[in-house]
């Protein structure tokens, strides 16, 4: 029975996960893109030298409007726009929080 032990252990902490999840909340965009994401789908260390790359002003722009971010996401990065870079860092940025601890 060990076995079932250990899956009941691990299905209460993804049950515990997901009801941390619950509700809305804001993720800075360091959490949402941390250097392993950025590593592995861009050709930037992390999302700061992205940002300092294309020269924007994260406090006075509209990300998904920048020309300039479209260029360099469809150049540098393994997407074809902000909107699907921000999907996909949603994605990865869900899984690891309900699968924290397992």
Same mark, same amino acid.
């Given at each position: 029975m060990k076995g079932f032990d250990e899956l009941d252990k691990k299905l209460k902490r993804l049950e515990n996960n997901a009801k941390q999840m619950d509700g809305t909340r804001e993720v800075s965009l360091v959490e949402l893109f941390p250097s392993n994401f950025m590593s592995e789908y861009t050709s930037f260390a992390d999302i700061q030298e992205f940002f300092d !790359?294309? %020269?924007? %002003? =994260?406090?006075?722009e509209e =990300?998904? %409007?920048?020309?300039? =971010? +479209?260029?360099?996401?469809?150049?540098?990065? +393994? !997407? #074809? #726009?902000?909107? @699907?870079? =921000? @999907? +996909?860092?949603t994605v990865t940025y869900v899984e690891k929080q309900l699968l924290k601890g397992m």
């Open positions: !790359f294309v %020269d924007i %002003d =994260l406090e006075n =990300l998904g %409007d920048s020309e300039v =971010l +479209q260029t360099a996401i469809r150049e540098r990065t +393994q !997407f #074809s #726009s902000w909107q @699907e870079m =921000l @999907e +996909q860092a």
